[in-house]
């Protein structure tokens, strides 16, 4: 099983910022099997980033995500109030499907 | 609009069952591969169970293999989880999600559309 660990847990960062999200897999993971979403409070989780790099439907362009083989970054160049929430990575290069354990951006 | 709607949560006692059903509207069901996904209380994302266009291919987190059924009726366009022995580990939000694409594990076999998602508390 390919273990996704996201770092850090939690990062403090005011409006305005930007937002380097870290995810790092156990073994390479083809850039095509590595997504991103989006989880607000009591909310349903939302796609942002499939394939590595690609932004889904109505995603802004301050998202972006890059890497490949075992390190992947999601980047939010400024972050608006609507973007504090948890972040999660998932691949599915190898069964089973396995998301990372979440990077909460929150208000400094 | 894509719309994926969950229902038949509930608290359950150990060892009982409970079906899970997900209405899908503004998309072409039998198109597309469709999951389950859960989420316990304040804890992370965790992959629960995928099912082939046609329901001929199934596929389950060891942690539920042998204890939960995935299922889904085209004609219907509804989703379904029967969820048998159940344990406390179980409790949590599951979520319909919907993939990308319709093949299991090809590039598009992403999760585009969740759901609300529907609480199971397996409890005493």
């Not at chain 1, 990062?11 to 993971?29: F, H, I, M």
């Not at chain 2, 209405?23 to 039998?30: D, E, L, Q, R, V």
């Not at chain 2, 082939?52 to 539920?64: E, F, L, N, P």
Request: glycine share 12%.
């Amino acid at each position: 099983e390919i273990v996704l660990t996201q770092s850090p847990g939690t990062l403090s960062l005011s409006p305005g910022e930007r937002a380097t999200l870290s995810c790092r897999a156990s073994q390479s993971v083809s850039s095509s099997y590595l997504h991103w979403y989006q989880q607000k409070p009591g909310q349903a989780p939302r796609l942002l980033i499939y394939g590595a790099s690609s932004r889904a439907t109505g995603i802004p362009d301050r998202f972006s995500g890059s890497g490949s083989g075992t390190d992947f970054t999601l980047t939010i160049s400024r972050l608006e109030p609507e973007d504090f929430a948890v972040y999660y990575c998932q691949q599915y290069d190898s069964s089973p499907r396995t998301f990372g354990g979440g990077t909460k951006v929150e208000i400094k | 609009e894509v719309q994926v709607v969950e229902s038949g949560g509930g608290l359950v006692q150990p060892g009982g069952s409970l079906r899970l059903s997900c209405a899908a509207s503004g998309f072409t069901f039998s198109s597309y591969v469709m999951s389950w996904v859960r989420q316990a209380p304040g804890k992370g994302l965790e992959w629960v169970s995928t099912i082939s266009t046609a329901g001929g291919s199934t596929y389950y987190a060891d942690s539920v293999r042998g204890r939960f059924t995935i299922s889904r009726d085209n004609s219907e366009n509804t989703l379904y989880l029967q969820m048998n022995s159940l344990r406390a580990e179980d409790s949590a939000v599951y979520y319909c999600a919907k993939s990308g694409g319709g093949i299991v594990g090809a590039v598009l076999d992403f999760f585009d559309y969740w759901g609300q998602g529907s609480l199971v508390t397996v409890s005493s």
